[in-house]
């Protein structure tokens, strides 16, 4: 039955062209618009090599500080410093890891191989020894450096595959040396590129941030505030609450010998909200969601009503044939059923084409999902040999997912009311229509 539903549609789509042609260019339009929509918040929360596991992430960038005395003023906000990292998040017993990077600005990178003029501009990471457990970095040479390297601030390095083609072609790279920034480090380890979509783990070089001499810096008021973000990675989502009770606890406990109190501006975030936070400021993700929920109602609502137009429009024109059908025995399901195939395949055409045409617009875009803090960091050189946004991210189940049920509400809600309206007609109703017309 849904066989003959499908070449019954299929010769309607050939009679009618010009019919089908604003009804699939209506619905790749809508699904262009909401695919697009579901990309950018799948390239913010979704499980991307190496941030595979968002879905148990938290994150904590920044606080802000300010005196317990409420008599005397002042404020600050920024980074936190390794003192705290150590006292409220290191400790921490709830977690499966933890980790902290260091946030170096004002550099101009550069790497090579020793007593080479020749030097690439790279993105350096500082990193410690759980960034390792807390990402899962896909290795094709060596391995991560260890402990005790970061312990003792030995000169190691891990590098992008990229950049191990560039300085050592296709030799092995691990024992070998690479100058950054005027220093040498040993490479222990070559790891599969990051796209540069990913801001908290894309780079060329990662090296332990013990090698800096300014690791242990702190910002002004009792060692609280420095240069450094946090990544946990929980055991599973449902520890989140337990986790944020954990870091609230350590957080009192280090108070105790401060004369500042600590505000974490509502983190640790989950990968949605991280993603969008900014700066050292409150983030209200309530808004966010009625934003996001707002744009793709309007995505799906408003082809749909115009699509529901055409489908009513060309329903009047086929009254007779749905009276004649009626009149042979065909119940009001069967039209109904009849018309949703008949729209589905019309669906399924536009689905695919404002699927193709909604990667193309991501594909030319690389530049405007590009995270601002790594655009404003890079050359136009790094950017332009940087790997962005993948065959791999874009066809996965979750994007198909979105693809297919944006498909079928446009399907259903376009075709339903005026299906059921003209199928429920009596059938006189539907001869005696047709014959005035």
């Known amino acids: 039955m849904l066989n003959q539903y499908f070449k019954q549609a299929w010769q309607l789509l050939k009679e009618n062209k010009l019919y089908s042609f604003i009804y699939i260019i209506g619905t790749a339009m809508s699904v262009t618009m909401i695919m697009l929509v579901a990309v950018f918040l799948y390239l913010k929360r979704g499980n991307i090599y190496p941030e595979e596991n968002r879905s148990r992430m938290l994150y904590v960038g920044s ?15 920024s980074n936190l410093s390794l003192q705290t990292v150590k006292q409220v998040f290191y400790s921490l017993q709830s977690v499966e890891a933890s980790s902290a990077e260091m946030h170096v ?8 191989v020793p007593n080479s003029a020749t030097e690439i501009p790279v993105t350096p990471n500082y990193v410690d020894t759980g960034y390792w457990k807390v990402f899962q970095f896909r290795f094709t040479q060596g391995k991560p450096f260890t402990e005790e390297e970061f312990n003792s601030g030995i000169h190691a390095a891990v590098i992008a595959e990229s950049l191990a083609k560039q300085l050592f072609g296709n030799e092995p790279a691990v024992g070998r040396y690479i100058r950054l920034n005027e220093k040498e480090y040993r490479i222990t380890g070559v790891v599969k590129d990051v796209s540069v979509i990913l801001s908290d783990t894309y780079g060329d070089v990662w090296v332990p941030f013990t090698t800096q001499p300014n690791h242990e810096k702190t910002f002004a008021a009792e060692g609280i505030l420095g240069p450094y973000s946090v990544y ?7 520890d989140f609450h337990k986790i944020k009770q954990e870091i609230q606890d350590n957080i009192n406990r280090y108070e105790a010998g401060l004369t500042w109190k600590i505000n974490l501006l509502g983190q640790p975030d989950n990968a949605v909200a991280h993603a ?13 969601n009625r934003i996001f929920i707002f744009l793709l109602l309007v995505f799906m609502l408003v082809p749909t009503l ?14 007779g044939e749905l009276g004649v059908r009626k009149a042979f025995g065909a119940s009001s399901s069967t039209l109904i059923r009849q018309v949703l195939a008949e729209n589905l395949l019309l669906t ?3 689905g695919i084409a404002g699927l193709t045409v909604s990667y193309i617009i991501i594909f030319l875009s690389k530049q405007w999902l590009l995270p601002a803090d790594i655009f404003y960091s890079m050359s136009s050189a790094q950017i332009g040999h940087s790997e962005g946004i993948t065959i791999r991210m874009l066809f996965n189940a979750e ?7 944006a498909v079928l509400l446009i399907n259903v809600l376009s075709a ?9 007609k009596e059938i006189i109703h539907s001869l005696y229509d047709n014959y005035n017309n």
């Open 348 to 350: 399924l055409q536009g």
């Open 276 to 288: 969008f936070r900014k700066g050292n400021r409150p983030l209200d993700m309530n808004k966010i």
């Open 232 to 238: 946990i990675l929980a055991r599973s989502s449902k």
């Open 63 to 77: 606080a802000e500080i300010y005196p317990k005395d409420t008599t005397r003023g002042g404020m600050a906000s």
């Open 105 to 112: 600005f004002g550099e101009e990178n550069t790497a090579s």
């Open 416 to 424: 339903i009311v005026p299906a059921y309206r003209f199928a429920k």
């Open 306 to 319: 115009n699509l529901s137009g055409l489908n009513s429009s060309r329903m009047e024109k086929r009254m």
């Open 399 to 405: 994007m198909f997912l979105w693809a297919f049920t």
